[in-house]
């Protein structure tokens, strides 16, 4: 599970006065990303709802958002806040939104599971409502291109003139061509290495966290991702033989 942006319209109803926050409230559908101890990021999809799932499609060129949810209101799909799946039970409205009340706490756990798929309503760079959804998800994709380390858990990854932004959890797997999962990009023989110069040995998220800290410049690599979501299943580094 993981949510888009829209601006909602504010009305004046019976002569009162609308208060000044409420007239600049947005509301954004996409993949929301842990940034930072009570942040958030995610880049705004369309979405379209046949119940109970959302389908998300990303909008193209869409700036990301970074907001703060500190003090926002978090309602989850599952019917306790510390599920980390439905168990074949969900709490949504009749928008397929979800109603199970629960705390900032319990958001930064869903999140630090992953990107979540939620309808944000915010208000400049404060998140004032997350509400998790349910939603399709894609088929991943494979490609092969350049990475570069844009954060602990971030990459931005070049391929076919346009580079975009990935993320990865510690579920993520990192094949390596060299001796060692500690070893720096490419550094000594390939001893690792198939047929076709794609990493064989076994590593994780964390060692390729800190191989990209010690690379100085983009590294060719092939990745599964899922496109939309922005979420890398498995990197594999690339010897090139020259």
């Given at each position: 599970m993981r949510l888009l942006v829209c601006a909602t319209a504010v009305l004046a109803l019976g002569g009162l006065a609308v208060p000044a926050q409420a007239a600049t409230t947005k509301v954004a559908f996409g993949y929301a990303w842990s940034d930072g101890s009570t942040g958030l990021r995610l880049t705004p999809a369309t979405a379209t709802y046949r119940k109970p799932l959302h389908k998300l499609?990303?909008?193209?060129?869409?700036k990301e958002l970074r907001l703060d949810y500190g003090?926002?209101?978090?309602?989850?799909?599952?019917?306790?806040?510390?599920?980390?799946?439905?168990?074949?039970?969900?709490?949504?409205?009749?928008?397929?939104?979800?109603?199970?009340?629960?705390?900032t706490g319990d958001l930064t756990e869903t999140l630090a599971q992953g990107p979540s798929a939620v309808r944000v309503e915010y208000s400049g760079g404060k998140a004032v409502k997350v509400s998790e959804i349910l939603s399709t998800w894609p088929d991943p994709a494979t490609a092969r291109g350049t990475i570069r380390r844009a954060g602990d858990s971030t990459v931005l990854f070049t391929t076919g003139g346009r580079t975009v932004k990935l993320g990865y959890t510690h579920a993520a797997s990192f094949s390596r061509t060299t001796a060692r999962c500690s070893d720096g990009w490419l550094a000594g023989k390939p001893v690792n290495a198939d047929k076709r110069g794609?990493?064989?040995?076994?590593?994780?998220?964390?060692?390729?966290?800190?191989?990209?800290?010690?690379?100085?410049?983009?590294?060719?690599a092939q990745i599964e991702y899922v496109p939309g979501v922005g979420e890398i299943n498995q990197v594999w580094e690339v010897y090139v033989a020259a």
């Open positions: 499609t990303a909008v193209r060129d869409a003090r926002a209101s978090y309602r989850r799909v599952t019917v306790a806040c510390d599920l980390k799946e439905t168990e074949g039970k969900v709490a949504i409205d009749r928008n397929g939104l979800g109603t199970t009340r629960c705390k794609l990493g064989k040995k076994a590593c994780s998220a964390a060692d390729l966290t800190q191989v990209l800290k010690t690379a100085d410049h983009p590294v060719l």
